[in-house]
């Protein structure tokens, strides 16, 4: 688990995480959570969209742009319930809950890119 | 008798020789001084609240993520399965707590970018580069990435 030698990991990945979603995310969401459904914009129709999400380049920018929060997350939800909720008895459980979702969602998000 | 400070000197030194604990010896494990805190904390001051909701913008930035992996599942799936995606998200219930999740995105990038110039202190002869020049190029590529791919999805549109 985390100790001297593998801490350094789990910040990085903590670190990069929190560069990418601080970048790509707002605008993610603000495009397909505000813009398409409310109809600011043209909305990208499902052929169109299909063909701009199939190119090696955007998979490898989705797999990226889900994986690394997912593990900015994992470090920081971690924290936020040790140090701001005081929830210090289980932290063995909130550790594999906090990277298992982050395992899960990089290999969901891995697995999707392959076969879109 | 002729020094009464010598004779006092083998005890100390036997007893750190042999580390292990002698017969007589108890171990005493010190009671730490630990006071029970509250889980609320950070209620009291704004500081500790501001400091609460910086971190938990993490759960905005699962959920975002959770929303971009089945909308690339739906766009698999079948272009009904698509369709029935876009109705969920202009549902009003969701566009509430996405408006929401996008305040927590936004605490969290500003915060990550006001934050860099405090965690790296980068020297330019000898002089501590002003926080502007670390965070103001964040702020700009922010904006750049941001129309970037604003006007990507928008060629599609």
């Given at each position: ?12 990945l903590?670190?990069?995480g929190?560069?990418v ?38 998979r490898l920018y989705l797999f990226v742009l889900c994986s690394l929060p997912l593990f900015h997350f994992a ?21 594999f809950g906090c990277y298992g979702i982050a395992i899960l969602g990089t290999v969901a998000a891995a697995y999707l890119m392959l076969i879109l | ?61 699962a959920?975002?993520v959770a929303l971009i992996l089945a909308q690339v599942w739906?766009?698999i ?81």
């Amino acid at each position: 688990m985390v100790n001297r030698e593998t801490e350094p990991i789990f910040w990085t990945l903590f670190s990069a995480g929190g560069v990418v979603a601080a970048l790509f995310l707002p605008i993610q969401l603000f495009i397909f959570a505000f813009a398409v459904p409310l109809g600011w914009m043209h909305a990208p129709g499902y052929d169109s969209l299909r063909v701009l999400a199939h190119s090696p380049i955007t998979r490898l920018y989705l797999f990226v742009l889900c994986s690394l929060p997912l593990f900015h997350f994992a470090h920081r939800f971690r924290y936020t319930l040790y140090d701001g909720l005081q929830i210090k008895h289980l932290n063995e459980v909130v550790f594999f809950g906090c990277y298992g979702i982050a395992i899960l969602g990089t290999v969901a998000a891995a697995y999707l890119m392959l076969i879109l | 008798m002729s020094s009464h400070g010598h004779a006092a000197t083998p005890a100390p030194t036997s007893s750190a020789q042999s580390h292990a604990p002698s017969s007589a010896y108890t171990e005493f494990h010190p009671r730490w001084y630990r006071p029970k805190i509250s889980t609320y904390w950070w209620l009291g001051k704004w500081a500790y609240v501001k400091f609460i909701l910086r971190e938990l913008s993490s759960v905005a930035v699962a959920w975002t993520v959770a929303l971009i992996l089945a909308q690339v599942w739906s766009l698999i799936r079948s272009p009904k399965a698509y369709s029935q995606f876009a109705r969920v998200m202009s549902s009003p219930w969701m566009i509430a707590l996405n408006v929401v999740a996008f305040a927590f995105l936004l605490l969290h990038s500003i915060t990550w970018f006001n934050l860099a110039p405090k965690a790296m202190a980068v020297r330019v002869g000898g002089k501590r580069l002003p926080a502007v020049l670390i965070s103001g190029p964040q702020y700009l590529a922010w904006i750049v990435i941001s129309a970037i791919v604003l006007a990507i999805v928008i060629s599609r549109g």
